[in-house]
């Protein structure tokens, strides 16, 4: 196994680090355009699994904004983001390399949601929580979305799509 052919996983769970659900909306919304991963993803090969991963990636993207919402290092948030980049992280790693992206993706989750937490902080102190959300948004669903693109491939038409 050669480590850049986990870089992807490895990016996507940085991706979990801010935003926990936006690994698997990324994936859902390359399964609804006829993208397919190298590893195994049959959790989003479902069409009612993958609008509800697209409904949780938005439904965050607007929690996150809320006065109450808590930070991303609580326990359920790190579970969340264990989750998702490993799911994320096995299905963008080379078919046979799942495990290994998977504990790569949720290895690099969880110490990142720290880091990520601590630059959001600085960011709310500065421009405050709404504004540094959006503009922590717009980067972390442009990376998730590169990130997805770059470890997919295209399959022939929309076949099975839905």
Do not use: C, N, W
């Amino acid at each position: 196994m050669k480590m850049h052919s986990l870089l992807s996983s490895a990016l996507i769970g940085a991706v979990a680090s801010a935003r926990s659900m936006t690994p698997m909306a990324s994936l859902a919304a390359a399964r609804l355009v006829g993208r397919r991963t190298t590893g195994t993803l049959f959790l989003l090969d479902r069409p009612l699994l993958k609008f509800a991963a697209l409904a949780m990636g938005v439904g965050e993207l607007f929690g996150d904004k809320m006065k109450t919402a808590p930070d991303r290092t609580v326990f359920p948030g790190l579970l969340a983001r264990v989750m998702s980049a490993g799911i994320a992280g096995a299905a963008l790693a080379p078919r046979g390399e799942e495990k290994a992206g998977a504990a790569l993706a949720a290895a690099t989750a969880v110490p990142l949601a720290y880091s990520t937490l601590a630059v959001r902080k600085r960011a709310m102190a500065r421009m405050g929580q709404t504004r540094s959300g959006l503009i922590e948004d717009a980067l972390i669903v442009a990376a998730g979305a590169a990130i997805v693109a770059m470890g997919t491939r295209k399959t022939h038409g929309f076949a099975g799509a839905l």
